[in-house]
């Protein structure tokens, strides 16, 4: 079956710096692409960022574009997020994605 386990989350000063991780199995992890969204307490999920299957292309939200880089490695099934100067707006908890299935989320708080 499908798993999306992320990791990498955790407390961090606004300025600073946070690479999530997220390790799929229980399928072809190079014909898919991925994403990372992100959800805060009563708010909806909102796109963060998506890579093509491949790697070559990819797709950011204007709130983090510039900010934020998202990668993969297929050789060992993960897809990253590198979030630089982080923003107390950036709190939330940051769920990976393909189609229909969800990872169980990481926390990320921004916070002095």
């Known amino acids: 079956q499908v798993q999306l386990v992320e990791s990498g989350g955790g407390l961090v000063q606004p300025g600073g710096s946070l690479r999530l991780s997220c390790v799929a199995s229980?399928?072809?992890?190079?014909?898919?692409?991925m994403s990372w969204f992100r959800q805060v307490p009563g708010g909806e999920r909102g796109l963060v960022a998506q890579?093509?299957?491949?790697?070559?292309?990819?797709r950011l939200a204007d709130s983090v574009d510039g900010r934020f880089i998202i990668s993969r490695d297929n050789a060992k099934n993960t897809v990253f997020l590198q979030m630089n100067s982080l923003k107390p707006e950036d709190t939330a908890k940051y769920y990976c994605?393909?189609?229909?299935?969800w990872g169980q989320g990481t926390q990320v708080t921004v916070s002095s």
């Open positions: 890579i093509t299957s491949s790697g070559s292309g990819t």
């Open positions: 994605n393909r189609n229909v299935f």
């Open positions: 229980g399928f072809t992890f190079s014909n898919f692409a």
